[in-house]
């Protein structure tokens, strides 16, 4: 089982900047994908960045976060972070974190965490 902690959330002023944080713990052999989601409505989840592993790292952002929103891995094993600058009131909604890979023996594993609040305020 693949368990994820975000953290990094909270409150700032349009055109601030935060970082948020994952990371992914269990049987994990490969992490294949690390992506930020975004809740936009109720029932609808937009991606905003996604970094993905293999001999060349390679990202990708939605139009919305493009040139102000930075996805990257970290040193420590299994973690990803979300530098957001320039915020605007736009930005605000629960971030949640997602990762899919493969566990030690084998399988594949899709993960979300647990989201994390941005507020923006204008």
């Known amino acids: 089982q693949v368990q994820l902690v975000e953290s990094g959330g909270g409150s700032v002023e349009s055109g601030g900047s935060l970082r948020l944080s994952c990371a992914a713990s269990?049987?994990?052999?490969?992490?294949?994908?690390m992506d930020w989601y975004r809740q936009v409505s109720e029932d609808q989840r937009e991606l905003v960045a996604s970094i993905f592993s293999g001999g060349k790292i390679k990202t990708n952002y939605s139009d919305s976060v493009r040139g102000r929103f930075t996805i990257s891995r970290g040193n420590v094993p299994n973690t990803a972070y979300l530098q957001m600058t320039s915020l605007a009131p736009e930005d605000a909604a629960v971030y949640y974190c997602h990762v899919t890979g493969r566990m030690f023996d084998f399988m594949d594993f899709e993960a979300w965490g647990q989201g994390t609040q941005v507020t923006v305020s204008p």
């Open positions: 269990g049987s994990i052999r490969d992490i294949h994908a």
